[in-house]
Nanobody, 122 residues
Framework: QVQLVESGGGLVQAGGSLRLSCVAS?????????MGWYRQAPGKQRELVAS??????NYADSVKGRFTISRDNAKNTVYLQMNSLKPEDTSVYYC????????????????WGQGTQVTVSS
C-alpha cells in the first residue's frame, strides 16, 4: 500500500504564492511513477491540474503559466509551486500517482491522502 501525505496549504491573498508538498511512502517505486496534483472545490469533481512524468510536465489550462510541478525522487516528494493565486484556486489539493489509460491519466493509488486546504481571498 502507498501512503500520501500532502502539506503546505493555507490562507493567502489573491496574487500570492504557496508551495505544496506531497511525500509518498510504502510500496512504491517513486522514481518510476508519474505523479499528479488534483484539486477539489466544494460541490465540484476532483480535477487533475498538474502532472509530471519522466522529463515532461503537463498542466490544466486554468493553471498553466502560474503553477509549476516538480519532484525530488531522492525524497519521494512531489511539489506544486502556485503563483499568482486566484480565488477560484480555492480547493483541497491532493497528490496521487498516475496511470496512463485510454489516452489520459487516471489516479493510481487508493486511498487518497487527506489533502491540504488552499484558500485564496479576494
Amino acid at each position: 500500500q502507498v501512503q500520501l501525505v500532502e502539506s503546505g496549504g493555507g490562507l493567502v491573498q489573491a496574487g500570492g504564492s504557496l508551495r505544496l508538498s506531497c511525500v509518498a511512502s510504502g510500496t512504491i517505486f517513486f522514481g518510476g511513477t508519474a505523479m499528479g496534483w488534483y484539486r477539489q472545490a466544494p460541490g465540484k469533481q476532483r480535477e487533475l491540474v498538474a502532472s509530471i512524468d519522466t522529463g515532461s510536465t503537463n498542466y490544466a489550462d486554468s493553471v498553466k503559466g502560474r503553477f509549476t510541478i516538480s519532484r525530488d525522487n531522492a525524497k519521494n516528494t512531489v511539489y506544486l509551486q502556485m503563483n499568482s493565486l486566484k480565488p477560484e484556486d480555492t480547493s483541497v489539493y491532493y497528490c496521487n500517482g498516475l496511470r496512463y489509460q485510454s489516452s489520459k491519466y487516471l489516479p493510481g493509488f487508493n486511498p487518497w491522502g487527506q489533502g491540504t486546504q488552499v484558500t485564496v481571498s479576494s
